[in-house]
């Protein structure tokens, strides 16, 4: 029976990464991240990665991204390997990557004028796509000027504007209060479901994961941190991030997700305190 995904390959693909880094307080001390990851995204595919702290959730996506090169394994775009940085996506910081010196409009155009594109487009595309996450007229604002959310709005059009086939995202929302951040879910679910984009997301709320997501991938307490499960999400779209968490379904999935996320939170907390011992 057909799965329903896409024939052709993932828009991005990590087959069997690993990735060491040497410690050169600790006498070039190895510490493995990331051990024998596999990891998919198709395209339009919405896909999120839990995990406790420090677990390498950021380092994989980091991978993807061509910002750090896996010490094994291969990462493959749209069936090509992955040489340098990864051009076909657009990455969401989890800090604010605005300029302060450059108006809201300024840093949506910045992008695409590094493409080359002539400044008259770029404007009036930026434009375009600080309407689209309703900041139409703010575009001469500083980012000091803007509200926390107004400023992932955008960041948010500044990644988009691109047009990437690709969108990785680093916990964009963790520093939001708890209705700013519903709202942005929102936007993000509503634009992706006009552009249907592939999404790599990372986040550490479960509930964030299960209300935006096609499928979740739990993660293992770091060292050597590796897949551990695999959810197909199965709650119908168009969702509200709000109103879904009252499905029944939903509950459901959380239970299942946490019994295999709950250990290794545990055993990350522990790791973080016999670090600060």
């Not at 690993?18 to 307080?25: A, I, L, Q």
């Not at 990557?97 to 080359?116: C, E, H, I, K, T």
């Not at 951040?181 to 790599?200: F, G, P, S, T």
């Not at 879904?244 to 907390?269: C, N, Q």
């Amino acid at each position: 029976m057909s799965s329903g995904r896409p024939s052709g390959p993932p828009a991005l693909a990590l087959d069997d990464v690993s990735v060491t880094f040497r410690s050169r307080v600790e006498g070039e001390q190895r510490y493995t991240a990331v051990a024998h990851t596999t990891l998919r995204v198709d395209a339009g595919e919405f896909v999120s990665v839990v995990g406790p702290t420090g677990c390498g959730k950021s380092t994989l996506l980091n991978v993807g991204a061509g910002l750090l090169q896996p010490s094994s394994g291969e990462v493959r775009v749209f069936g090509e390997p992955l040489a340098g940085i990864n051009r076909r996506a657009g990455y969401m910081f989890q800090s604010d990557a605005l300029m302060p010196w450059r108006s809201a409009l300024d840093n949506v155009m910045v992008g695409l004028q590094y493409r080359g594109m002539p400044d008259g487009e770029a404007r009036a595309l930026a434009q375009d796509w600080l309407a689209r996450v309703g900041l139409a007229g703010f575009g001469d604002r500083y980012p000091h000027q803007l509200s926390g959310g107004m400023r992932k709005r955008t960041a948010l059009a500044q990644v988009l504007a691109l047009d990437p086939d690709i969108i990785l995202m680093d916990e964009p929302f963790s520093a939001l209060d708890v209705q700013t951040r519903q709202l942005m879910e929102n936007e993000v679910l509503a634009l992706w479901a006009a552009k249907r984009k592939a999404v790599l997301f990372i986040t550490h709320d479960l509930d964030e994961a299960i209300a935006m997501s096609d499928r979740v991938v739990v993660l293992s307490a770091g060292p050597a941190t590796r897949p551990i499960g695999e959810f197909e999400i199965d709650l119908p779209r168009p969702r509200d991030v709000a109103e879904v968490r009252t499905d029944p379904r939903f509950v459901e999935w959380h239970a299942r997700i946490w019994a295999v996320l709950r250990d290794e939170v545990l055993k990350g907390y522990a790791q973080q305190l016999r670090k600060a011992a």
